[in-house]
DNA sequence: ATTCTGACTTGGG
DNA sequence: CCCCAAGCCAGAA
């Protein structure tokens, strides 16, 4: 074929990063709702990599994703580096209590109750 | 280019 | 319930 192929004259869309497309799922979880970060994983299709998911959050500077939605599969804050005396831990707990979602005396949420897409 | 690092999950003992 | 090893793989240095 004749002319050779050059740049492309407009830039094309660059396709959402991985950390992106995590992102935008989160946006998604309606309030007093949660998430895993092994279901994030698993609606960005990329199951196995739960742990990169909140890689993901840990980058984050984008204040209009719900970080706070994510928790992990035992239902539970997870705990982060460098996290002054769990300061941002509590800043989650208290984001979800301000939704409505209760913990127990362990600090756990109920999985079968809040996790999005269930009952009640 | 290469190396190191995780806000996790699952399965097995 | 606890602990551990393996799997995951894009970013950052």
């Given at each position: 074929?004749?002319?050779?192929?050059?740049?492309?004259?407009?830039t094309?869309?660059?396709?959402?990063t991985?950390?992106?497309?995590?992102?935008?799922?989160?946006?998604q979880?309606?309030?007093g709702?949660?998430?895993?970060?092994?279901?994030?994983?698993?609606l960005?299709?990329?199951?196995?990599?739960a742990r990169?998911?909140?890689?993901?959050?840990?980058?984050?500077?984008?204040?209009t994703v719900?970080?706070?939605r994510?928790?992990?599969?035992?239902?539970?804050i997870s705990e982060?580096?460098?996290d002054?005396?769990?300061?941002?831990?509590?800043?989650?707990?208290?984001?979800?209590?301000?939704?409505?979602?209760e913990?127990?005396?362990?600090?756990?949420l109920?999985?079968?109750?809040?996790?999005?897409?269930a009952?009640?």
């Amino acid at each position: 074929m004749g002319a050779p192929r050059k740049k492309p004259a407009v830039t094309t869309a660059t396709p959402l990063t991985e950390y992106q497309s995590y992102h935008a799922i989160i946006r998604q979880i309606p309030r007093g709702s949660v998430l895993t970060y092994g279901d994030v994983a698993q609606l960005a299709g990329r199951p196995g990599s739960a742990r990169r998911v909140g890689y993901s959050l840990a980058a984050l500077k984008d204040q209009t994703v719900p970080w706070w939605r994510v928790v992990n599969a035992r239902g539970e804050i997870s705990e982060r580096s460098g996290d002054f005396m769990g300061a941002a831990q509590v800043e989650q707990r208290v984001s979800l209590l301000r939704e409505g979602v209760e913990f127990d005396a362990d600090g756990k949420l109920d999985l079968a109750r809040y996790r999005r897409g269930a009952p009640g």
